[in-house]
């Protein structure tokens, strides 16, 4: 059955009102795309990243009322253009066709795989996660996500407890989990966040009481292992309390960096950890420091 997809192109301060204007009107989801290929440099965990150009896209059943949807949108926002406002009909068929054709496995470092679910494992005896682009935050396509898991697959981390923090998907905390962890923490402050990772732990068959996500705020021991894979502002502003987690000797990793800022970041963690040299992949970059 089709689906009739409503695209808007807007500026950050519109962005927002857009989308709950759409929703408003019975968008079924809608999604926030970047208008204009720019990183974004700043944002808090777990918020929606916001463009200077901004593509609002909306997903209306077949038989919504889109004449009324755009009357609605045009009088909310009347300083709309025609080029602004793109409406496509689009089948299921095609959204299952394009996720499975650019969802493949893919291999990190020398045990960790990322299979969609609709395939079996190329390597059935290799550490195999398997994810649902459907609920996935991230699914290790990106270079920080890439830098964290390799970082992973390399570690030891039998007996370990380990902290995933702005856990998204939950794809660094099933990896760890996977990887031997004895106890697997995943904090991230939005709500689908916690239900995306809780999905996709069940999906990989983690324990309960292996892997638990909460939202920020629980006291839990400190962790041999923390990956904050977020972005360098929040990481700064996160500096004392990602460090008090993190036990005397144990390990930090973090990445969502660019390398513009890795200076700063490494002056806001070098007081309390024993940093390492950064690790680069295109403009991204991964750094870890060692508990003073």
């Known amino acids: 059955m089709p689906w009739q997809q409503l695209t808007v192109?807007?500026?950050?301060?519109?962005?927002?009102?857009?989308?709950?204007?759409?929703?408003?009107?019975?968008?079924?989801?809608?999604?926030?795309?970047?208008?204009?290929?720019?990183?974004?440099?700043?944002?808090?965990?777990?918020?929606?990243?916001?463009?200077?150009?901004?593509?609002?896209?909306?997903?209306?059943?077949?038989?919504?009322?889109?004449?009324?949807?755009?009357?609605?949108?045009?009088?909310?926002?009347?300083?709309?253009?025609?080029?602004?406002?793109?409406?496509?009909?689009?089948?299921?068929?095609?959204?299952?066709?394009?996720?499975?054709?650019?969802?493949?496995?893919?291999?990190?470092?020398?045990?960790?795989?990322?299979c969609p679910s609709w395939e079996s494992p190329p390597e059935p005896d290799a550490v195999n996660i398997l994810l649902d682009p459907g609920l996935a935050f991230g699914t290790g396509t990106h270079p920080t996500t890439a830098l964290c898991l390799e970082w992973l697959d390399e570690q030891d981390l039998q007996d370990t407890l380990v902290i995933d923090y702005g856990c998204g998907s939950g794809i660094l905390a099933i990896a760890a989990a996977k990887l031997g962890a004895r106890r697997v923490i995943g904090v991230d402050n939005d709500p689908q966040a916690i239900l995306a990772s809780e999905s996709n732990r069940e999906l990989n068959g983690v324990s309960p009481e292996v892997m638990t996500v909460h939202l920020p705020g629980e006291s839990h021991p400190q962790a041999d292992v923390l990956v904050a894979n977020i972005l360098a502002g929040p990481l700064e502003e996160l500096t004392p309390i990602l460090s008090a987690l993190v036990k005397p000797g144990g390990k930090l990793i973090l990445s969502g960096v660019l390398s513009q800022q890795t200076q700063s970041l490494l002056r806001s963690y070098e007081d309390a950890f024993v940093m390492t040299a950064p690790v680069l992949r295109d403009e991204w970059v991964r750094v870890g420091g060692v508990r003073r």
Request: charged share 30%; proline share 5%.
């Open 9 to 114: 192109s807007v500026n950050e301060e519109t962005a927002a009102l857009v989308e709950d204007q759409l929703c408003d009107s019975g968008a079924v989801s809608v999604t926030l795309m970047d208008g204009e290929d720019q990183p974004v440099f700043q944002v808090d965990p777990g918020s929606t990243p916001i463009w200077q150009k901004t593509q609002v896209q909306g997903l209306f059943e077949h038989d919504a009322d889109m004449d009324e949807v755009l009357r609605a949108l045009r009088q909310h926002f009347p300083a709309l253009a025609d080029a602004d406002i793109a409406l496509e009909e689009v089948q299921d068929a095609e959204w299952e066709r394009v996720c499975m054709q650019d969802f493949k496995p893919m291999r990190f470092g020398k045990r960790v795989w990322i």
